[in-house]
């Protein structure tokens, strides 16, 4: 909102009411004469008090006379020179007695249009000046009371919309499907000239930060054409029909400004499956019906694009993705590395970079990182190198803001007993000793034992050599053993276990889960999935769900075959772990001492233990 208009207070109501009380109080009696018997009339113009008289059919308008006052010397009252009105009776010697006592006297015709005016038209003139003075500081604003049915989408004119496909990086499959519609919204004649029609509908369907907005945002910028950029949650309101009325605004706003492209970022807030759930949003279906009818309703050849984004595609209405619709999915998913770099690099142009600070070097570290990740990154690099007063970002900077976004902030405050570190210590160089014990695992970078987060005491930092899509059998039980290396070392060391390997053992046993009941990775179950489709949030009834379709002895077998698994990898941990017994002691020691090290060190002190498989 603009910051030179002014919000509604109820102050205004108050300043009102006050205003009409003086008015009635002063005002008004200056316009409304006192009406007196004609007896009292009669004394008054006896005693001289009359000053002029106005005589009608019905009724005698007068003045009295103002008089000092004779105690005070102060000027005339206003009771002496007050204005009367009193009935007029057939009474043959009035003229005499005004003459009589020099009263001005004048006849009139009856009129009451002029106190009709000021005694009805006037207040009700205030009465609606100032209502509709209200009226319009409700209306002020996007929020305004009065401008409740109009579009709040946000619209950027062709010269303002300064994105363009340099500036998203990663999505390059994206892009390709995208530039069919730049084509289309530069030259229409081309495609009309063989009869084609773009399609009404463009559906971006990704993880959160993966860019779809920016995506969206840079197809207009290519094309040159007025964007107009809404969100799902945006159309509905606390007021009935007014979701409607919106989508219809922002339409008709498109169209006379074609060619145009309307964006609608989570379109999953107002494209949910209609009658699901226990209770159905009335208020949200009729906005999505309306919403249907106007992209039905529209001639694609005027020119105006819709594009939608959204991370939850599942959940959306069947008719919002059936052909004429949302005909068109683009996925935009998370980049591989390549992609990350050219993510990396596109940041890093608004920053000061040091020249041995190598961003390849940080694309191999984030796998599966998104854009805002990555954007996260640079910046938090940037605040650690202001911080330690540094001129330019060096790589340490970037490896450690890697580090706060994969393990949290460290929490140097929180200091632990000597014996609980030195348990922590044992408990991460475990967890490396096992993973570069076992090949084809990934790389062990870094350990420490520095708290950070909200619960981590310690962490293992371990970095794939390359970008993977599929995993067998084997890597799978690998991961879980590396897993169980923190628990079994903290065994062979202490003779007893602690509640460190919580969250290792809940994602050891997810593993495991996964192996057997969805991936069909269990020898004795045979090529069978059980995992059922996992319903979304909004759609849970409350009612508790049945664990699957299958019998309960199948569940029995499942439950063994997942306990075998842990079993076997544990029974694998603890023996590999029994030849290194040296090894972990001194790494465990080295620790201690300088609290972080890599995978170099550990490596260096398995050579010298003859640990080295």
């Known amino acids: 909102m603009d910051p030179k208009q002014k919000q509604f207070s109820i ?5 009102a009411l006050w205003a009409l009380m003086l008015i009635q109080i002063f005002v008004a009696p200056l316009f409304n004469p006192t009406e007196i018997p004609y ?37 005339p009252v206003a009771k002496d020179g007050r204005v009367f009105d009193t009935v007029r009776v057939e009474d043959p010697d009035l003229v005499r007695d005004l003459g009589t006592h020099h009263v001005k006297v004048t006849g009139v015709i009856e009129s009451t249009f002029v106190r009709d005016l000021l005694s009805w038209v006037v207040p009700i003139a205030l009465f609606v000046g100032v209502w509709l003075f209200l009226l319009r500081r409700m209306g002020q604003g996007q929020g305004g009371f009065m401008t409740v049915g109009r579009s709040k989408a946000k619209i950027y004119m062709e010269k303002e919309v300064k994105v363009s496909f340099a500036d998203a990086a990663g999505v390059d499959e994206a892009k390709e499907e995208l530039q069919e519609v730049i084509e289309f919204l530069k030259t229409p004649e081309k495609f009309r000239r063989l009869g084609g029609k773009i399609p009404k509908g463009i559906l971006l369907v990704g993880p959160p930060g993966t860019g779809k907005t920016l995506l969206a945002k840079a197809v207009a910028g290519e094309a040159a054409v007025p ?10 309101e606390m007021f009935v029909g007014v979701g409607a009325a919106r989508v219809r605004d922002l339409f008709i706003q498109a169209k006379e400004k074609a060619p145009c492209i309307i964006f609608i970022d989570e379109l999953d807030a107002l494209g949910k499956a209609r009658g699901m759930g226990p209770m159905a949003h009335e208020e949200r279906e009729q906005t999505l019906n309306q919403l249907l009818s106007e992209m039905d309703g529209f001639d694609p050849r005027v020119g105006v694009i819709l594009m939608a984004a959204t991370n939850r595609p599942e959940i959306l209405d069947p008719a919002l993705l059936r052909a004429g619709r949302f005909d068109r999915h683009v996925l935009v998913d998370r980049p591989d590395k390549a992609g990350r770099l050219a993510i990396l690099k596109i940041h890093a142009r608004s920053v000061k970079l040091a020249s041995e600070a190598d961003l390849e070097a940080i694309a191999i570290m984030t796998p599966g990182f998104v854009g805002a990740d990555l954007a996260n990154i640079i910046n938090e690099a940037a605040l650690l190198a202001v911080r330690r007063d540094k001129d330019k970002i060096e790589l340490a900077d970037l490896q450690e803001a890697v580090e706060r976004v994969i393990a949290g902030l460290e929490k140097k405050n929180r200091v632990l007993n000597p014996a609980e570190k030195e348990r922590v210590a044992h408990h991460e160089v475990g967890h490396a000793l096992v993973a570069l014990s076992i090949p084809g695992t990934d790389t062990v970078q870094k350990i420490s034992i520095i708290p950070r987060g909200i619960a981590a005491l310690g962490y293992t930092i371990q970095l794939p050599t390359e970008d993977r899509f599929l995993m067998t059998k084997s890597e799978l039980e690998n991961k879980i053993a590396v897993l169980l290396g923190g628990r079994v070392a903290e065994e062979i060391i202490y003779r007893e276990v602690s509640t460190g390997a919580q969250d290792d053992l ?10 057997v009941k969805a991936y069909g990775m269990s020898e004795k179950l045979g090529q069978i999935s059980f995992e059922r489709e996992r319903q979304p949030l909004f759609l849970q009834t409350g009612q508790p769900q049945p664990p699957g379709d299958y019998s309960e002895e199948t569940s029995r077998e499942i439950d063994c075959e997942v306990r075998r698994i842990i079993d076997e990898q544990y029974a694998r941990v603890r023996t590999l772990l029994d030849k290194r017994q040296d090894a972990l002691r001194e790494a465990a020691a080295l620790l201690l001492g300088k609290e972080t090290m890599t995978g170099e060190d550990l490596k260096v002190i398995m050579a010298k233990s003859g640990a080295r498989q």
């Open 227 to 236: 964007f107009f950029s809404t969100s799902g949650s945006e159309f509905v």
């Open 506 to 515: 809940l994602k050891a046993t997810d593993i495991a889960k996964s192996m």
């Open 39 to 75: 007896s009292e009339f009669k004394a008054a113009v006896t005693a001289d008090k009359v000053e002029e008289v106005s005589i009608s059919p019905s009724v005698i308008h007068g003045r009295m006379k103002p008089e000092p006052d004779s105690a005070k010397g102060s000027p």
């Open 11 to 15: 102050w205004y109501v108050f300043v």
